[in-house]
């Protein structure tokens, strides 16, 4: 099992930046994929972009491409989500999530998710 802890959310204006991170503890895999997902009341849960652990590669959703950035410290086991020239559309619940899978887009594909973390951004 692997255990995911999210934190840094808060309130921000519009234009405004946050950095979220992402603990994770537990079994490690021989490579594997984290994501950031993000859920406002009534929607569904989408990917805002993803990293390998061991290979480093990224990819990103298209409304965010440009503004949010993920990285991560293996050091630490601990992925960030570093969010920049913030909108209101991007107010929701910010989610980590892992998984073995290397092809990973959709909520479905994670096995382990943390609590998640609110995110508002005033107009």
């Known amino acids: 099992q692997v255990q995911l802890v999210e934190s840094g959310g808060g309130l921000v204006q519009a234009g405004g930046s946050l950095r979220l991170s992402c603990a994770a503890s537990g079994r490690t895999f021989s490579a594997y994929t984290m994501g950031w997902f993000r859920q406002a009341p009534g929607k569904e849960r989408d990917l805002v972009g993803h990293?390998?652990?061991?290979?480093?590669?990224?990819r990103y959703a298209d409304s965010v491409k440009g503004r949010f950035a993920i990285s991560r410290d293996n050091a630490k086991n601990t992925v960030y989500l570093q969010m920049n020239s913030l909108k209101p559309e991007d107010t929701a619940v910010y989610y980590c999530a892992a998984t073995r899978n290397l092809v990973a887009t959709t909520a479905g594909m994670y096995d382990y998710w943390g609590q998640g973390t609110q995110v508002t951004v005033s107009v």
């Open positions: 990293i390998r652990w061991l290979g480093g590669n990224i």
